[in-house]
C-alpha cells in the first residue's frame, strides 16, 4: 500500500503544484509588454504605466503588484512565458478549462491523472491519500483519472471520535462492493487517517516566509493559507506528488483594476511566501500558474477587457532556468486573433511538457498525444 | 408526537431545546411533517419504482410519502402517473404550512428596492435557510427540484457586485415563478432580472461610452449556457451581435435613485442593423431589439436539445440516452418551451420508466449532489430544524452552498464531481443521527416506532430491505441510523 511508504530520506522526491486562475486572467496586466507602443494604444485606460512597472527586460515587465515574483525572477527561480494558452477559440471559461484541463481535446481524463499512471511504476508516492490533493471545494478536472485524488478541506472539522472510527470501519465493508464509489470511499477513509496524524502537529512555516495575514485581506489569506498547507505536507514527506490550487474570478469585463490588483497581490504574496517558507524544497517543487485564456488587447467600455486567447504563465522554482520566454507578435491588428486577442505563440503544453520531464516523466509527450511538441525551455 | 412535544419544538411557549442548550441558533424549530402516524417502507429486497420516482423527483422519502403516493389510485402505475400528474400543477397542491413556517423570513417578500435595507449577510442567511426548509416541507416537490435546475441554469453568485441583494429577488420573481411556467417567459424575466444584469455585467453593456466596444459577456452565457448550447452552432461574430441587441439594458444601482429599477436607456442602445445566428434586425428595432433576440434563442431547435439533454441528465442518468433526449427536445419544441409538458414526457418515457423500474442490480442510479444528501436526510428522518448555518455549514463544507457558485455554468450535475464529498456526507449523517447539529433535532425511538421497526426503517431509508453486508454492518455497534444515512444506497437517487 503506497501510504505506508513514506518518503523520508528520498531526496528526489518533488511536489507539482499548480494554481490555476480562473476566469480567463489578463496576461497584458499580469506581464504589461510595456516596450510595445501597440500596447499603450489598444488600452488608454488601462495600461501599466512603463515608469511604473517591474521590469524583466527590454520589452516585458511585471505589473508592479508582483514584486515578489519580481525579486523570484531576478534570482533566476521564475520563468515567465507570455502569448501563451491553447487552442481553444470558444473563448468560453467552461470549454477552455475543459480544453486545458484535459490537456487536449481527443484525450480521456485530465492531464494531471494521465501523468501520475503513466508514473505509477516508477513513484511509490502515486496512489497514496495524500499524492494528489485539491486545495478548493472539489476536484479540478486535470485530476481526473488519477489513481487517488482528494479534496483536503477544513481538516480540522473532521470527526475522529471513537464513533465515528467504528461508523468509518463498517462504511469501508459497505463502500467496497460499489462500483461507482469504491474508490471514493477507500481514499476518505484513508485521508481521514492520514490528516488525523498530521492535525496532531501544529505547522510552523519558516518565520522569514510572509504568508498573508489579516491584513493583506481575505483572498491573499486564503490563497497563502493553501500555499502554507502545501509547504507543511511537503515538509512532513506525506508523500504529495501534485497539489491544485485555484485562485477564482480574473473575469474581468468590468473596471478591471479593481479586481485585479487585490488578486495579483495575493498571487505574488503567496509565492514568494511559498519560495521562502521551502527554502532548499523549492528546487524539487515546481509552481505552474495558468489560466484558460487571456483577454482581448483592446479594453471595452467599462474599463475592462473581454475574453482573449493569449496569456501568461509562469514556472516557479524544480529547476526552471528562469528567464522570459516568448517570440512576441506584436500587437498591429495584423498580428492579432479573430476579435483582436494576442495570438497563442506557445502552447501551453510545451510549458507543462517541460516540467513533467523534470518531473520523472521519461515521455512527457504521451501524457499530451493529440500535441505535436515543440519544447520549451523553461 | 404529543402536542405538547410539538408546541415546544416550535418555539411558541417561549421555550426551546437550542436554547436550553446554550446556542446562539434562532429560538426556534420548524417541525417536519407533525405526523406521528405508522407510514409503510417498501417490504422487497428489489428497489421499487414508487420509492425510485421519489428519491429522484423529489428531495427524499418523507414517512408517509409512499402511503400519500400509493392512495392516489388503485394500481402502484396509475398512483405513479396520478402523483406526476399532481405535481405538475403544484398550484392544486396546499403549501400553507410551508409558507406560514417562511413567513419569519422578513426579506423574502420585500420588493426588490427595499432589499437594500437588509444587510447582506441576514439576506443570504434568510434565502439559505427558506431555500432548505422549502426543499424540506413544500409539498410542490417537483417545483422545488425545479427550482434548483433553473438556480443552476441561470446561476447568479451572491458574492458579484449587488447581487447579494437582488439575487432575493431573483430567486421570487424570476425562478421560482417559472420554474414549471413557460421557458421563453423565464428566459425574459432572468435577462431582465436585476441580479442577473449585475451578475453577468448586462448594465455596462452599451454603445458609445469611453469606446466602441458592448460589454459581451451575458451574451456569451445568453447562447452558450442559458439557451443554445456551446456547440449549438452559433459564432463569436452572434455573440458580438447579440451583446448590441442587449446594448442599453441598464439597472439602476444602489447608490442613487429608483434603486434596482430596470430600465432601458435609448441612446446607449447600438440602433443598426445587425444580424444574429442568420436572423436580420432591422436598423432602429431600440427596445424591442431584445424581445426579437430573445424569441429566437429560445424558439431555436439547439436550446431544446440543449434543456433537453440538461433535464434527462438531471432526472435519468449522467449520461442519458439518445432517445430520451430527442423525445423531450421534441415536445420542449412543440409546446414552445412549456416546461411542465416537456417534463410530463420525460417523466413518462420510456426511458425514465425502465429506470424507475430496474432491479438495484441494473440500475446504476444518481448521485444525490450534497444538498439534496442534506435535505434527503431532513426528509427521510422527519427533522425539525431552523436550517441556520450550523446544518447549512455541511453545504459550504461539501462545496455545494446555495447561491455560491463563482461562475455561470452553475453547480454541476454529475456524479464525478462530488465523489470527493463522502467524507463530509458521512460526518453529516453521524451528527444528525446523533442529534450533535445545533437547531436540527431528530427523534430516532419515535421514527423506528412509526416505521415499525427496525427493519422497515432500514427499508425506508435504503429503498428496499437490506442486503447481507448491510444487515452485518447494522448489527455491529455503531449507530443504526448514521450508517443507514452515510450508506452509499442512500448516497443515490
Known sequence: ?378 | MSSTRRQLLQGGAGVCLAALAGCSAPAWLVPGSGQDARFSAPTGRDSDAVQNLLNRATFGVRPGDRDDLLRLASTPEQAIDAWIAQQLSPGSLDDDACEHALARFDSLDQPVGELYEYKERVLLRELTSATVLRAALSHRQLHEVMVHFWTDHFNIDISKGECAWLKVADDREVIRRHALGRFPDLLRASALSPAMLWYLDGRVNRAGAISEHANENYARELLELHTLGVHGGYTQQDVMEAARCLSGWTVRPKSGFLKAHVAFEAQRHDDGAKSVLGQRFAPGGGAHDIELLLALVAAHPATARHIAFKLCRRFIADDPPAAAVDEVASRFSSSNGDIAETLRALLGSASFRADINAPTSMRAGKLKRPFHLLVSCLRSCDASSNASTALTDYLTRMGHAPFQFPTPDGYPEAASAWQGTLLWRWQLASALAGNRIPGTRIDPHLLRVRAGGELALSAHLLGRLPDATEEAALRSGADPLALLLASPAFQRC
Open chain 1, 1 to 378: 500500500m503506497a501510504d505506508a511508504v513514506l518518503s523520508a530520506g528520498q531526496d528526489i522526491d518533488r511536489t507539482l503544484v499548480v494554481v490555476f486562475l480562473r476566469g480567463g486572467a489578463d496576461g497584458l496586466s499580469l506581464v504589461p509588454p510595456v516596450g510595445d507602443d501597440g500596447y499603450h494604444r489598444a488600452r488608454p485606460h488601462l495600461a501599466v504605466p512603463t515608469a511604473k512597472a517591474l521590469r524583466l527586460d527590454e520589452l516585458f515587465s511585471l505589473h508592479p503588484s508582483l514584486h515578489e515574483m519580481h525579486e523570484l525572477y531576478q534570482q533566476g527561480t521564475l520563468a515567465v512565458v507570455h502569448a501563451a494558452g491553447s487552442e481553444d477559440e470558444s473563448r468560453s471559461h467552461f470549454e477552455a478549462q475543459d480544453l486545458m484541463e484535459h490537456g487536449g481535446a481527443d484525450v480521456a481524463g485530465g492531464w494531471i491523472g494521465r501523468w501520475l499512471r503513466s508514473r505509477q511504476a516508477d513513484d511509490a508516492r502515486i496512489g497514496g491519500t495524500l499524492s494528489a490533493i485539491s486545495l478548493g471545494d472539489e476536484l479540478q478536472e486535470s485530476l481526473r483519472g488519477s489513481p487517488t485524488a482528494t479534496a483536503l478541506r477544513a481538516l480540522a472539522q473532521l470527526d475522529r471520535s471513537s464513533e465515528a472510527q467504528l461508523l468509518h470501519a463498517q462504511l469501508a465493508a459497505l463502500y467496497r462492493p460499489d462500483a461507482l464509489l469504491a474508490e471514493a470511499a477507500a481514499s476518505a477513509l484513508a485521508a481521514a487517517t492520514r490528516i488525523a496524524t498530521l492535525q496532531a502537529t501544529a505547522y510552523q512555516p519558516r518565520p522569514s516566509a510572509r504568508y498573508a495575514e489579516r491584513k493583506d485581506g481575505d483572498l491573499a489569506v486564503a490563497f497563502s493559507r493553501d500555499l502554507s498547507r502545501v509547504a507543511q505536507l511537503i515538509k512532513a514527506r506525506a508523500g504529495l506528488v501534485v497539489a491544485c490550487i485555484d485562485l477564482g474570478n480574473w473575469d474581468s469585463h468590468f473596471i478591471q483594476e479593481q479586481l485585479l490588483e487585490p488578486r495579483m497581490r495575493a498571487l505574488s504574496q503567496g509565492l514568494g511566501a511559498f519560495a521562502n517558507d521551502l527554502g532548499e524544497l523549492l528546487a524539487s517543487t515546481t509552481v505552474v500558474v495558468m489560466s484558460e485564456f487571456g483577454r482581448r488587447v483592446r479594453e471595452n467600455a467599462s474599463l475592462g477587457t473581454d475574453h482573449g486567447r493569449g496569456g501568461a504563465m509562469f514556472v516557479l522554482g524544480g529547476g526552471t532556468p528562469g528567464g522570459m520566454h516568448c517570440d512576441w507578435p506584436g500587437l498591429h491588428d495584423s498580428a492579432l486573433d479573430g476579435p483582436g486577442d494576442l495570438p497563442v505563440v506557445h502552447n501551453y503544453r510545451d510549458v507543462l511538457a517541460a516540467v513533467l520531464a523534470r518531473h520523472g516523466s521519461r515521455d512527457p509527450g504521451s501524457v499530451f498525444p493529440d500535441h505535436p511538441q515543440r519544447p520549451l525551455h523553461v
